[in-house]
């Protein structure tokens, strides 16, 4: 494993799609472990492959809750319900945080690191992860969706 670098804000691949995984081989399962060990030691809650500069649709989360530590390989949204507003940041947007409205409870469909198709429900942080990370998939930051900084406060 190894870490790899984290793109910051100002970086256009950023803003690109990621394009679906057809093929779960050697070089996708080497950039899950990469990307875990990359998020741990930024101390994130969740990454898109994205923001290490490869783009596939690949993101893992882990909210340090029991379930909560994922591999999401094209993952879509297929419910949400509810609605919460609460600060969030991103490990490619350094020292800022803001309020985005995310639903409380969001469902994804998408496959993990061996394939398997499966779907999950989260709340809360998960639910807000689950978002957050998606959107990364489409070239959308957060900041393209908050309503009021936190100013100068770390997340
Ligand atoms: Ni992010």
Redesign the pocket.
Known sequence: MALRNIRTEEDPILRKKSRQVEEIDRRVQTLIDDMFETMYDAGGV???AV?VGVLKQVIVIDTEQPGEKLVLINPEIIDTQGEQFTPEG????PGKAGYVRRPETVTVRAMDRNGTVYEKTGTGLLAKAFC??ID?LSGV??TDKVERYEEEEEV
């Open positions: 969740g990454l898109a923001q991103c490990l490619s947007i957050h990370e990364h930051l957060f």
